[in-house]
T-cell receptor, first 114, second 112 residues
């Protein structure tokens, strides 16, 4: 059974540019969550999508956005990149929206903003 | 503000010993609890989930939950050098969809 796939694995962007990251969840999983991991702030929740709807959003500026497609694949976009956006971006896949749902992470996308 | 606290470590144990990792949380509506292992440069890997008070065992791992004390722990028996990693505690509240709130992680070092 294939795991969570994130592309690309590595990205280098310049300040002011925008970037789109992609996540394909485990087959059959309908919930996709995005997290940012930095040495200083640890793992922080960005947003969650379930059945193409954003169900929950973390405390990040509007430059961070996402969407989910009918096949449950998800993308996140960061516009007007800042140096502080350099981080490991992780996607987590969960089966559905019920309680006690385990989340499985992809390999992550390492974004460097220069 | 939901908070999850872990001792950052490093926690150093000899090979074959029991490693005990602790986590406290501040939100009383938290209902699902998870332990992830993260090797340097890799993504978090789910190793245990626990939802009810008491102990849950899976191989060398035992998770313990005490909701009254808002405390969850992970015991690793017969620790191996390959267990050396950062262990992340995560909680999920009933009213937050699938949002996980993570602690800062405890770095475990198992010395041969």
């Amino acid at each position: 059974k294939a795991g969570v796939t994130q592309t690309p694995r590595y990205l280098i962007k310049t300040r002011g540019q925008q970037v789109t990251l992609s996540c394909s969840p485990i087959s059959g999983h309908r919930s996709v969550s995005w997290y940012q991991q930095t040495p200083g702030q640890g793992l922080q929740f960005l947003f969650e999508y379930f059945s193409e709807t954003q169900r929950n959003k973390g405390n990040f500026p509007g430059r961070f956005s996402g969407r989910q497609f009918s096949n449950s694949r998800s993308e996140m976009n960061v516009s007007t990149l800042e140096l502080g956006d350099s981080a490991l971006y992780l996607c987590a896949s969960s089966l559905d929206g019920t309680d006690n749902t385990e989340a499985f992470f992809g390999q992550g996308t390492r974004l460097t903003v220069v | 503000q939901k908070e999850v606290e872990q001792n950052s470590g490093p926690l150093s144990v000899p090979e074959g010993a029991i490693a005990s990792l602790n986590c406290t949380y501040s939100d009383r509506v938290s209902q699902s609890f998870f332990w992830y292992r993260q090797y340097s440069g890799k993504s978090p890997e789910l190793i245990m989930s626990i939802y009810s008070n008491g102990d849950k065992e899976d191989g060398r791992f035992t998770a313990q939950l005490n909701k009254a004390s808002q405390y969850v722990s992970l015991l690793i028996r017969d620790s191996q050098p390959s267990d050396s990693a950062t262990y992340l505690c995560a909680v999920m509240a009933w009213d937050a969809g699938n949002m996980l709130t993570f602690g800062g992680g405890t770095r475990l070092m198992v010395k041969p």
